[in-house]
């Protein structure tokens, strides 16, 4: 039988936390909530290195791109938001569906990323004139 015991808790949030993801390579694990921010915690210190700002309502998904260099986040602000990790920056939003964003995810190749919304539809979203959402 497997067994797991607590080894850290991470402290920050001001409201509940809804979503969470490991960066590719493992550094990094990116922490989401009802506080409307996404934080970004260095796993060998477990210290939170950066707090991104910019959705109006909760954080309800994230995920890594393959090459960890850009954050996806999902919002109960129906759109998504695409993150440069090393400054923070917000790059794009994305807008299309009527309700909130409940999962999303990026093909491995980088080449699609799909959201799933309390709409009851899954969007699939590329960039413009490149078959390459992300480089």
Do not use: Y
């Not at 694990?29 to 991104?52: F, H, M, N, P, Y």
């Amino acid at each position: 039988m497997l067994t797991f015991e607590s080894i850290q808790i991470l402290d920050g949030h001001t409201a509940a936390v809804r979503a969470l993801a490991f960066s590719p390579d493992g550094t990094l694990l990116a922490t989401g909530g009802e506080d409307r921010t996404i934080r970004l915690w260095d796993v060998a210190s477990w210290k939170c290195v950066q707090t991104l700002s910019g959705h109006p309502w909760s954080v309800s998904a994230l995920m890594f791109a393959p090459d960890g260099a850009v954050l996806i986040s999902g919002s109960w602000d129906k759109t998504m938001k695409l993150w440069q990790v090393n400054t923070g920056k917000e790059i794009t939003a994305l807008v299309g569906h009527t309700d909130s964003v409940s999962c999303v995810a990026i093909a491995p190749n980088g080449s699609t990323i799909v959201s799933g919304s309390q709409d009851k539809t899954v969007k699939l979203w590329q960039r413009c004139g490149d078959n390459r959402v992300l480089e």
